[in-house]
């Protein structure tokens, strides 16, 4: 018999209860992050910002990221209805979902209720306009356990304004 799956959500891990729930994480605080490949993503993040809340897309070389590509979303942020589209899935990425999504919408996502995951997911990280990261451990799909650590990295054309994320996913 199958358990119900764990209730999921993004969570600031090294920020204190407070500030978590409420998806805020206070200034000088870092994330607690596992995976060595994530924790170097989220510092090439920080170096990219340059004194700018938030870095742009441009301001990656795919060549410096190639470390990540396979296990890397590049998700643009439409605005005004709000809507996610895949811009780019990683072949790590596709081969475990069993489809590429580059080019489709959130809509498109073929599970319903982890489709309603993801965009909680990524609107947090949009309105926060700062990283998320997640350890999901007990995650059901498809009647498979899935186990990985993402973090969400938001990215700004004007610096402020979030219309891409850049999400990185390890499974452990």
Not at 14 to 21: F, I, T, W
Not at 68 to 83: A, F, I
Not at 140 to 157: H, M, N, Q, T, V
């Amino acid at each position: 018999m199958q358990s119900a799956p764990a209730k999921r959500r993004w969570r600031l891990r090294a920020a204190p209860a407070a500030e978590r729930s409420a998806g805020i994480l206070p200034a000088g605080s870092t994330l607690a992050i596992e995976a060595p490949l994530l924790r170097q993503l989220h510092e090439d993040w920080q170096a990219r910002r340059r004194g700018r809340p938030l870095p742009a897309r441009a301001d990656f070389d795919p060549i410096d990221l190639k470390y990540v590509l396979g296990k890397l979303l590049l998700v643009d942020v439409l605005h005004e209805p709000l809507q996610f589209r895949f811009r780019l899935v990683g072949t790590e990425l596709v081969k475990r979902l069993g489809v590429d999504l580059t080019g489709r919408t959130l809509d498109d996502y073929p599970d319903p209720e982890y489709r309603e995951f993801l965009r909680q997911s990524y609107t947090a990280a949009v309105i926060a306009r700062r990283p998320l990261s997640s350890i999901q451990t007990r995650l059901i799909l498809d009647g498979r356990l899935r186990r990985y650590e993402a973090l969400l990295l938001p990215l700004a054309s004007d610096g402020v304004t979030v219309d891409m994320l850049m999400i990185g996913i390890v499974y452990l």
